[in-house]
Nanobody, 124 residues
Framework: QVQLVESGGGKVQAGASLNLSCVFS????????MGWFRQAPGKERTFVAVISWGADSTLVADSVKGRFTISRDNARKSVYLQMNSLKPEDTAVYYC?????????????????WGQGTQVTVSS
């Protein structure tokens, strides 16, 4: 059974950086595309970034392009989200998710496994 556990969230001021981590437990991590989503208070969960099996392809949302970077370490069964130049509008619960779909999926329905989320709060 696949499980995901996120960590690394916290409260920071605008302009700061955070690095979120997600540890995958289970088999065949390198056969999953891994994604990050976020859900701000009172809003729907939205796509942030996705990375392919071998980390050769990534996609990030326009709202975070140039500030957020997704990466993975298949040996450690982990995926990361480096977040720089954080803004108050980045405040949200951030979720890690695993997908067996190919093609850098960006929709929630493409992901079958989700973590519990980690809170990121950015103050101005």
């Amino acid at each position: 059974q696949v499980q995901l556990v996120e960590s690394g969230g916290g409260k920071v001021q605008a302009g700061a950086s955070l690095n979120l981590s997600c540890v995958f437990s289970g088999n065949a991590f390198n056969t999953y595309f891994m994604g990050w989503f976020r859900q701000a208070p009172g809003k729907e969960r939205t796509f942030v970034a996705v990375i392919s099996w071998g980390a050769d392809s990534t996609l990030v949302a326009d709202s975070v392009k140039g500030r957020f970077t997704i990466s993975r370490d298949n040996a450690r069964k982990s995926v990361y989200l480096q977040m720089n130049s954080l803004k108050p509008e980045d405040t949200a619960v951030y979720y890690c998710a695993a997908s067996r779909y190919v093609g850098l999926p960006r929709t929630e329905s493409s992901y079958g496994v989700w973590g519990q989320g980690t809170q990121v709060t950015v103050s101005s």
